[in-house]
């Protein structure tokens, strides 16, 4: 580590113009996160051209603060209407909704920010620290893994939104086959498209996530109350019953979620998605109350939001030290970088010797401004529950219809919007879960084109997803993982 440099950063930051910048760019970010559709890829495109006429080292503070800030924001309406915000707070929908429903707004929101800030902050020091070592490490990591992790994220859909292992397991699946939509990634044929064009670019799975999660639960609330003016959460006591020192509590369940997302998020690719889900479902089968996930678990809403937080931080080392983009957003934030004329790779931090340092201090200083900001900011997100649920769905309803939109700037989002909002009504109703559909959507592309790649550089050998220390070890774990709910279940009985 180089002291000189890294003071050096510390001033270029702490300059009073950029500090502006952080501040702006993390209540940009909490924006546009909270906005269903919109998402953290989606604010840094939009931001993208105001960094034409910036240096490199502000506009890398401001499209880092905004990925902070956002994928913070996510949660916000995930906890608070069932409608995450981006695709790295589904996962908190799970047990961070049943949470204000009983009352819990204000305790789900602080938790939902330590853990938040905590993440952020786990990851950058990890950044610092460990960055040319981890990256290295990050290029050992080959189809084989690749396909395993994806499948240990598969198996945590075993455990997903349904008491029954088996109508879980067919939410994923049918997410699976609809992640076969458009042009095969390896022969490049149409695949389901049924001859329309629409069609051949596959289906994005934020209208389903938006009209799954937000639609089908204004449906639900809607069938089954009459008088929406009982609605649950209307009657929220205490928004602001949170103290630090209970996310302290959880202390060990949001270190090792840290740790997961923080590696999650060096592979090339991944992102927060793939970390809350898999850090969802290691938190429930480590856990003495496994029965309370699903249902308003703590545990269940700090492990996502700890482990997405971890990995935006994580998937800033690749991006930075190889010039390989780490998540969606990176791959846009590498763009910027091209756009200021400097060569991604290992070269860039030869060229900018300063910018490793840069992005830790801006970061870190964006997460803890989360969670001085958001303390302050939760009395305020938790007077939307005390509106009368007419009101509330007509918002989250418009929320829906400008986030699915958004996505593509056409009406076909829409129409699938609206379609999963039906699809996603009636498996809420027979117990069916959206969370694995979404899950097997996220995933589906990835572990599809892992596999069969795989099998193109092994002449079809299936061994060798065994043969790879590292494939096998988490291809153990998956299977333990699955096996782990009918076991359980069984000796129960």
Do not use: C
């Amino acid at each position: 580590m180089d002291f000189g440099l890294l003071g050096e950063a510390f001033v270029t930051v702490f300059e009073p113009s950029n500090i502006i910048i952080i501040l702006l760019g993390l209540i940009l970010g909490i924006f546009f996160g909270a906005l269903p559709g919109i998402g953290s890829s989606m604010a840094i495109v939009l931001m993208l051209p105001f960094t034409y006429f910036m240096g490199v080292i502000p506009s890398i503070i401001l499209l880092v603060t905004i990925y902070v800030g956002s994928t913070y924001g996510g949660s916000i309406t995930a906890i608070l209407f069932n409608t995450p915000g981006t695709p790295e707070a589904v996962a908190t929908t799970f047990d961070g909704y049943p949470m204000a429903q009983r009352g819990d707004a204000g305790r789900a929101l602080g938790l939902a920010i330590s853990a938040s800030a905590f993440g952020g902050v786990f990851a950058v020091f990890v950044m610092l620290l460990l960055a040319p070592s981890m990256s290295e490490f990050a290029l050992t990591i080959q189809s084989a893994e690749y396909f395993a992790l994806t499948f240990l994220g598969i198996a945590v859909i075993s455990s997903l939104g349904s008491k029954s292992v088996i109508k879980a397991l067919a939410s994923g699946l049918i997410g699976l086959f609809i992640a076969t939509i458009g042009i095969d990634p390896i022969s490049a044929t149409e695949r389901f498209t049924f001859g329309t064009i629409e069609l051949m670019n596959g289906i994005d799975y934020i209208p389903i996530m938006i009209g799954a999660f937000a639609l089908g639960e204004v449906f639900s609330q809607i069938t089954s109350n009459g008088n929406t003016q009982e609605f649950k959460m209307s009657k929220s006591p205490k928004l602001t019953a949170f103290k630090i020192r209970d996310f302290f509590v959880h202390k060990w369940v949001a270190l090792r979620s840290a740790i997961i997302g923080t590696i999650i998020g060096i592979l090339p690719g991944t992102g927060g998605s793939i970390a809350s889900f898999v850090s969802y479902g290691v938190a429930e089968r480590m856990s003495k109350k496994a029965n309370e996930f699903g249902k308003g678990s703590e545990e269940g809403l700090v492990a996502p939001e700890t482990s997405n937080n971890a990995a935006a931080g994580g998937a800033m080392i690749p991006t930075l030290i190889l010039g390989i983009p780490g998540s969606p957003t990176t791959a846009i934030i590498l763009a910027a970088l091209i756009l200021q004329g400097l060569q991604p790779g290992p070269q860039l931090l030869s060229d900018q010797p300063i910018l490793l340092y840069a992005v830790f201090f801006a970061m870190l200083t964006a997460s803890v401004l989360t969670l001085i900001a958001g303390r302050y900011g939760i009395k305020s997100f938790g007077m939307l529950l005390r509106l009368p649920y007419g009101i509330l769905a007509t918002f989250i309803i418009m929320l829906s219809l400008v986030g699915a939109y958004a996505v593509e700037n056409n009406t076909i989002s829409i129409w699938i919007m609206l379609l999963f909002g039906i699809v996603g009504y009636f498996m809420k109703k027979y117990d069916f879960s959206v969370a694995a559909l979404i899950l097997g959507l996220v995933l589906g592309p990835m572990m599809e084109e892992a596999l069969r790649r795989q099998l193109l550089i092994t002449n079809g050998d299936y061994l060798s997803f065994i043969t790879s220390p590292i494939s096998a070890i988490i291809l153990l774990i998956a299977i333990i993982a699955m096996a782990l709910p009918l076991f359980t279940k069984k000796k129960n009985k």
